[in-house]
């Protein structure tokens, strides 16, 4: 066997393979702890002894012992590698995780469904009420800035934002009454949701 194996007899390798690749296996395995680690060193170990098969001396026993010393060398590159991988990937900021477009697209369908239930709500108001609304709560402009922006007086402002809150309050009371006795709930929730927010919503003070 040994002859044959310094000659490069093919058939003389199968045999080899044949008798000793589940123990170089078994041997690359016990020293990795690792299958597929275990696959690779044993296909590298009877590549390298095909390459260095003219080292193999004619005398002697078993060619097992020179199969897993070499197998035992790849192990041993095999650790090496996995440790700087280790090291490496431990440098390494976190991977983001793969983006789900799902809720944001249900985020924007459901921004979408708000801003139409505030327009229904708006829409209840009077131009004047809307827009000392939109100022004062939207803007954030205090009484002061809000009268000087609209050129009326700071009473004109407060009262027309009470009348605007007021409305607002009731329009989400009487959504939620016909809601409850609709057979479909839903379909004012929307409306009445935004405008008692709308009507909740503080207002800055005026500016001293």
């Known amino acids: 066997?040994?002859?044959?194996?310094r000659e490069g007899n093919r058939a003389a390798f199968a045999q080899l393979y044949e008798e000793f690749a589940r123990a170089v296996y078994n041997h690359a395995l016990r020293l990795t702890g690792d299958w597929s680690s275990a696959e690779e060193i044993m296909s590298e170990t009877f590549l390298t002894a095909w390459r260095t098969r003219a080292r193999?001396?004619?005398d002697g026993g078993s060619l097992l012992p020179w199969l897993l010393g070499i197998a035992t060398h790849k192990a041993d590159n095999a650790r090496r590698a996995r440790r700087r991988r280790q090291l490496f990937l431990a440098r390494q900021p976190r991977p983001r995780?793969?983006?789900d477009f799902a809720p944001r697209t249900a985020a924007?369908?459901?921004?979408?469904?708000?801003l139409r239930a505030v327009q229904a709500a708006l829409g209840r108001l009077r131009r004047?009420?809307?827009?000392?609304l939109a100022l004062c709560v939207w803007s954030g402009l205090?009484?002061?800035?809000?009268?000087?922006?609209?050129?009326?007086?700071v009473g004109t402002v407060r009262s027309r934002l009470s009348r605007a809150r007021k409305k607002l309050a009731r329009?989400?009371?009487?959504?939620q009454d016909a809601a409850q006795e609709t057979s479909e709930p839903h379909a004012a929730r929307g409306e009445m949701t935004?405008?008692?927010?709308?009507?909740?919503?503080?207002?800055?003070?005026?500016?001293?």
């Open 1 to 5: 066997m040994r002859h044959r194996v």
């Open 56 to 58: 193999v001396r004619e």
């Open 97 to 99: 995780a793969e983006e």
């Open 108 to 114: 924007r369908i459901d921004d979408a469904r708000r």
């Open 128 to 132: 004047q009420e809307r827009e000392v």
């Open 142 to 153: 205090d009484y002061q800035q809000t009268a000087e922006a609209l050129d009326i007086p």
């Open 171 to 175: 329009l989400a009371a009487e959504a």
């Open 194 to 208: 935004s405008a008692a927010a709308l009507a909740a919503l503080p207002v800055r003070e005026e500016l001293t």
